[in-house]
């Protein structure tokens, strides 16, 4: 895809990227709202980042650093345009950030009915590990 333009999202753009994953993401979370979002990028900017086709979005995916751990979310590719090396162009975005920032391994939340995703992700080198079990308790009603 020779006009895919990787890049950061901005504050301009989370009203569109909560509309793309109504379509193109599978599942939804508890911070999967305008509030949650903007938190994510006014805490780090350069966290959500974005795949454009002239002026459509067309992928995101969220590569989140703690200083620790690197952690991978949201990887989604609007259903018209799978296929065409646009969530590899943003793995590779996502990785090169990790490692600028000094991080060693990269890890994605990937649901377990979701087989397309865990094809995706085992294609660009990633793997399961099935001794862990994700834990959770929300914070909020």
């Known amino acids: 895809m020779t ?3 990787i890049r950061a999202a901005g504050p301009g753009d989370l009203d569109a990227v909560l509309a793309f994953w109504k379509v193109s993401a599978e599942g939804t979370s508890i ?9 994510l990028v006014d805490r780090d900017p350069e966290a959500l980042i974005l795949a454009e086709c002239g002026d459509a979005l067309v992928g995101t995916v969220i590569a989140g650093f703690d200083g620790w751990r ?7 590719v609007h259903p018209d345009h799978r296929r065409q090396g646009i969530g590899t162009a943003l793995l590779a975005a996502a990785e090169d950030r990790f490692v600028r920032l000094g991080g060693r391994r990269g890890d994605a939340m990937v649901l377990q009915r979701n087989e397309r995703a865990q094809h995706a992700w085992r ?7 099935e001794q862990w079990r994700r834990w ?3 914070l909020t009603d």
Not at 31 to 39: A, K, L
Not at 70 to 76: N, Q
Not at 123 to 129: C, K, L, M, V
């Open 3 to 5: 006009d895919l333009r």
């Open 31 to 39: 911070s999967d709202d305008r509030d949650g979002v903007e938190r």
């Open 70 to 76: 690197c952690h991978l979310y949201r990887l989604a």
């Open 123 to 129: 294609a660009a080198g990633y793997a399961p590990e």
């Open 136 to 138: 959770v308790k929300p």
